[in-house]
């Protein structure tokens, strides 16, 4: 995923692991309704929207998981109002 990496032994990559699997969890469940990536959007390119939001918005990381990961997506790749 991107440039991303990690000892696969290590307890840093099964938590990573677990985290990123939540977040195109998210993505999925969101996809053709709030978040419209398109089907040529990369599971990386999901997580590299995601990390470097959290990164950019420090201030929104006491929030819940979903409310972040779903701000994040939006803030690239918004469904049109119907």
Not at 3 to 11: N, W
Not at 36 to 44: F, P, Y
Not at 56 to 65: F, G, H, K
Request: aromatic share 8%; with cysteine; hydrophobic share 40%.
């Amino acid at each position: 995923m991107g440039h991303y990496r990690v000892d696969k032994q290590s307890t840093e990559y099964v938590r990573d692991a677990v985290a990123f699997g939540y977040v195109i969890g998210v993505h999925d469940a969101l996809s053709g309704t709030l978040v419209c990536s398109g089907a040529n959007v990369t599971q990386g390119q999901v997580i590299e929207v995601v990390l470097k939001y959290m990164r950019n918005n420090p201030e929104v990381l006491d929030q819940s998981a979903d409310r972040v990961v779903t701000a994040a997506l939006k803030s690239v790749w918004p469904c049109a109002r119907a």
